[in-house]
């Protein structure tokens, strides 16, 4: 239940910041079954990772479109798990698939925390897994007081807060 409200509440988070400014959603899907798809491994434990965004959604804006994955993190996963779910947004990414199905070249993963220390932790286990600036960490705390549309995203090895639109 708690997850589902996270969810939630960074689409309210997300909507209102969006009443101030001239960009727009142009698609916002929760997770479901149909964005579930499975990623080969080859040489790795397992056969296959998987990736089960919690809501794919896009921006329109004047530098064009953003499109997005959301990972709604409270503090569950196992931080070896979570590198499981980077390496297979890496190679969904990598085997062109996302282009295909999607119509889109790019995206990014952001992951929305419950605590700063959950956060530096998981920037930690991205890079670890060769994570870099497509996957994008915040807090509540931090999208509840300022925007989601602010300068408010850490990547892996950046100490410099990014906007989701630059």
């Not at 142009?26 to 056969?47: C, N, P, T, V, W």
């Not at 932790?121 to 509840?144: D, K, P």
Request: proline share 2%.
């Amino acid at each position: 239940m708690e997850h589902t409200l996270g969810v939630s509440e960074f689409r309210i988070c997300l909507d209102m910041a969006l009443t101030e400014r001239q960009e727009e959603i142009f698609f916002y899907q929760r997770g479901e079954r149909s964005h579930l798809r499975r990623i080969s491994i080859q040489g790795a434990k397992k056969k296959y990772f998987v990736v089960a965004p919690d809501a794919f959604f896009g921006i329109q804006s004047a530098r064009g479109k953003h499109i997005f994955f959301l990972e709604v993190d409270m503090g569950t996963e196992t931080f070896s798990r979570f590198a499981e779910k980077v390496v297979a947004y890496k190679r969904y990414w990598k085997s062109g698939k996302y282009g295909e199905e999607y119509g889109f070249n790019h995206f990014r993963v952001l992951t929305v925390c419950e605590s700063e220390k959950r956060l530096a932790n998981l920037r930690q286990a991205t890079g670890r897994a060769g994570g870099r600036q497509m996957f994008l960490f915040t807090t509540f705390s931090v999208i509840r007081h300022d925007s989601p549309l602010g300068s408010v995203w850490l990547s892996p090895f950046s100490t410099s807060p990014t906007s989701l639109l630059e």
